[in-house]
């Protein structure tokens, strides 16, 4: 059993930052990644970023690579998205997520998932 709680979303501008927070409760944390996914009204949920129990190991989608990074503090359980250079095509309904397999996190199926922060880019 896995808890997670997302906050960080607002209202911003195009071209202004915002970081996103994923706080993780309820494993050892390090058994775990932890990725971020967004999903924009009627449409599917889309994968952004991964991270594992390394720093070193980061994956991002095509659209992310460049402007968000993605981190982790093991220490206090959580992991965050730092977004720049925001664009409307960026706004959605951002959520993260905690699978012991890679694959199953990069193609949305896991188990554990938090509530969701909104994330609106005006032009």
């Known amino acids: 059993q896995v808890q997670l709680v997302e906050s960080g979303g607002g209202l911003v501008q195009a071209g202004a930052s915002l970081r996103l927070s994923c706080a993780a409760s309820?494993?050892?944390?390090?058994?775990?990644?932890i990725g971020w996914f967004r999903q924009a009204p009627g449409k599917e949920r889309e994968f952004v970023a991964a991270?594992?129990?390394?720093?070193?190991?980061?994956i991002y989608t095509d659209s992310a690579k460049g402007r968000f990074t993605i981190s982790r503090d093991n220490a206090e359980n959580t992991v965050y998205l730092q977004m720049n250079s925001l664009k409307p095509e960026d706004t959605a309904v951002y959520y993260c997520?905690?699978?012991?397999?890679?694959?199953?996190?990069?193609?949305?199926?896991?188990?554990?998932w938090g509530q969701g922060t909104q994330v609106t880019v005006s032009s």
């Open positions: 997520a905690a699978d012991p397999s890679i694959t199953k996190l990069r193609h949305g199926v896991s188990d554990y």
């Open positions: 309820g494993r050892t944390f390090t058994d775990y990644l």
């Open positions: 991270i594992g129990w390394s720093a070193f190991t980061t």
